[in-house]
């Protein structure tokens, strides 16, 4: 819920040494500071809230010798028609200053806040001493139709702030019984207003107004135009709008400025004055006008700029994974920062697809463009390079099948990508490259350096073989995947930022204590300090994996032979396996869920199939053959001999699943490990 926001203009701290200024007239009160140097000019009536720049003044005819009055140009007034026509003019242009320089300020909004506070500060002091602007509550959008009841909230407030003796002169008016004093309103600026501030129930306006259809409230803003409060249907509608026992200064001291944008008015202002201030006059209506149309408008286009943020962000946000999940034998942290506030979306994404045989997927790339078009086709490679990952297929042919499908997506559609698979257990890493940045590994010891990788051609060109390398993954190691955001800008290139960001590990290693690694998100954090505040041109993407890798020690496997003793033998050996790891509570259930497996692979395998026991924070068992058909899960007849295999794993398992392979399939399930014992 959103709650009003009550604001004062500070008065300028005493200079100790000041010019002389120029007395003021007795009935104007003093100005705010002014703000910035677009602050708006001294608007109509304003009493010398702002200073105007001095202007020369015609000097006066000498006066008639016989009269004492000056000379006219024939057909013109005489002297005094000639000032009040001057004094119009000054007064005019004064107010099309103030209008022109106040709407600029409204106009510099961009979201909704920004544009009401343009029009608080904007109008307070040089036009009203306060201002209450409601607002809709919910705003619509664009063309959307509202639904339920027209409620209007107050949005802000803002006021000049109290010298001394107005402020003893107002508390002293407030505490008076009804009287001639109250009656005009003396005060009550501060009583809808500054009430609101310290929390006062009993003075302060209300926060939410309900307008009846067809009540004044409604009429007032179906009307659209600004009226005097003292007007009868202002006068009618104002209780209805601030409360019932809310007051508003007399003698056009308040005005109500419906706020109507491009298909509807969605809220209201009231200007307000102070007693001892001049009060409006009719052509400051206008001024009301103007100022409720740029309001009405910028809160239209800042609605429906917050409604394009938002589906930017959603879109991008349902492009990129929610969580990185968590492989055995690795650890992930991810970043994604958008180019600018005005470019959400992008075509930089990241991704980890955890494979068959505790393996792991890791995938950055990067689609030219910032636009949703460009948001659109990263969705799709990403959604191809899942689908490649899960048939298990090496990283080269994932790339070409990656640049086949961009060019089915168009002549045009330009993408780089680096897709590397981890294995925790052989402690090897394979990568192959089209187009993109190297990456960066961070040794355990604090040596950075970047990965020797050929670069390739980018995803879209066709007809290019992509090559890929296997590297050493050791233990404690981290591999740093990013898109060219974080390295290249205006300032510098690729090679001289990827230099920047190897520098950068290898002094943020030099921090931790010695044999340790540097833990994955303050590191990060790290790496994204090397783009300054305005060094950032396209989007960010950064993947971190810290190598931990499975021990062989943690590892048992074995190639058996497709015959009718193999359930048998594998049950032996996964009971000496649990055995040897001080896990045997848990050998009835892996030797039954093994011997289930096992026969099933027998059945239809015609080469040797594999057995893999893993141990790390839980216990895995993985058998493979050499049959693509994965196994469903069913519900057997009571008459069925067979089909319930799969029914024990799916009710013994913490997880289970089977992945097609190239050359076949795997059938894998998990175990929890029991803690150990405390020892007494």
Request: aromatic letters at 4%; proline letters at 10%.
């Amino acid at each position: 819920m959103e709650t009003e926001r009550v604001t004062e203009h500070e008065k300028p701290a005493a200079s100790s040494t000041t010019e002389p200024t120029p007395p003021k007239p007795s009935g104007e009160a003093r100005s705010g500071p002014a703000d910035g140097p677009d602050a708006a000019p001294s608007g109509p009536g304003a009493g010398g809230h702002e200073r105007i720049p001095a202007q020369p003044q015609p000097q006066p005819h000498p006066p008639h010798p016989t009269t004492g009055a000056a000379p006219g140009p024939a057909g013109h007034p005489g002297p005094a028609a000639g000032g009040e026509h001057s004094e119009r003019e000054r007064r005019g242009g004064d107010r099309l200053r103030f209008v022109g320089a106040a709407t600029r300020r409204i106009a510099r909004g961009v979201d909704l806040d920004e544009t009401v506070l343009g029009l608080c500060r904007a109008s307070v002091p040089a036009y009203s001493d306060a201002i209450l602007v409601y607002l809709r509550d919910p705003l619509p959008v664009g063309d959307e139709r509202p639904t339920g009841p027209f409620v209007l909230r107050l949005r802000r407030s803002d006021r000049i702030p109290d010298d001394p003796l107005t402020a003893h002169a107002l508390h002293h008016t407030q505490t008076v019984p009804p009287g001639p004093v109250a009656e005009t309103g003396a005060g009550l600026t501060l009583g809808v207003v500054s009430g609101m501030a310290a929390g006062s129930a009993g003075t302060a306006a209300a926060q939410l107004a309900e307008v009846q259809p067809g009540g004044p409230l409604a009429e007032v803003l179906r009307g659209v135009r600004p009226v005097f409060a003292d007007s009868p249907a202002a006068s009618a509608a104002l209780p209805e709008l601030l409360g019932p026992d809310r007051q508003v200064p007399t003698g056009n001291r308040a005005i109500l400025a419906p706020l109507r944008g491009r298909r509807r008015v969605i809220g209201a202002a009231v200007f307000l004055r102070r007693p001892e201030r001049p009060a409006f006059e009719p052509d400051d209506l206008l001024i009301a006008a103007q100022l409720a149309t740029h309001t009405a408008l910028g809160v239209d286009k800042a609605v429906l700029y917050g409604r394009e943020a938002y589906i930017a962000d959603e879109l991008q946000r349902t492009m990129l994974p929610d969580e990185l999940p968590q492989p055995t034998g690795v650890q992930l942290a991810s970043r994604y920062l958008p180019a600018a506030e005005t470019a959400r979306v992008g075509g930089d994404w990241y991704d980890a697809i955890p494979l068959p045989g505790s393996r792991v997927a890791l995938v950055v790339g990067d689609v030219m463009g910032h636009s949703m078009t460009s948001a659109a086709i990263m969705g799709q490679l990403r959604t191809t390079a899942q689908t490649l990952a899960g048939l298990d297929l090496p990283p080269q042919e994932v790339l070409h099948h990656l640049d086949e499908q961009a060019q089915r997506l168009g002549s045009d559609r330009m993408a780089t990508c680096l897709y590397a698979v981890y294995d925790p257990v052989a402690h090897r890493i394979v990568v192959a490259n089209a187009g993109h940045p190297p990456p960066v590994m961070l040794h355990r010891g604090g040596r950075a350096e970047v990965l020797r990788i050929p670069a390739g051609a980018p995803i879209g060109v066709g007809g290019v073989d992509f090559e890929a390398v296997e590297l050493d993954a050791p233990a404690g190691a981290t591999l740093l995947l990013y898109t060219d955001g974080l390295v290249e800008s205006r300032q510098r290139d690729v090679w001289t930022g990827i230099e920047h960001l190897r520098e950068k590990l290898a002094a943020t290693a030099r921090l931790t204590r010695p044999g340790a690694a540097a833990p994955l998100e303050p590191l990060c954090d790290e790496v994204l300090d090397i783009v300054g505040p305005g060094d950032r041109d396209d989007d960010i993407a950064l993947l971190a994996a810290r190598f931990d890798g499975i021990a062989p020690s943690d590892v048992a496997y074995w190639y058996l032979d497709p015959r009718a003793q193999t359930a048998r033998q594998a049950r032996r050996l996964a009971r000496r396996a649990l055995a040897r790891w001080g896990l045997d509570e848990l050998s009835d259930a892996v030797e039954l869920l093994v011997s289930e497996i096992v026969t099933n692979a027998v059945r239809y395998a015609e080469r040797p199939i594999t057995l893999r026991l893993l141990r790390t924070d839980v216990l895995r068992c993985e058998v493979g053959d050499d049959v693509p058909q994965l196994p469903r899960l069913r519900q057997a007849r009571a008459t069925d001999e067979g089909g319930r295999g799969l029914y024990l794993v799916n009710r013994l398992a913490r997880r289970w699943g089977a992945t097609r392979l190239s050359t076949g399939k795997v059938v894998w399930f998990e175990l929890p490990v029991p803690e150990p014992e405390p020892e007494p």
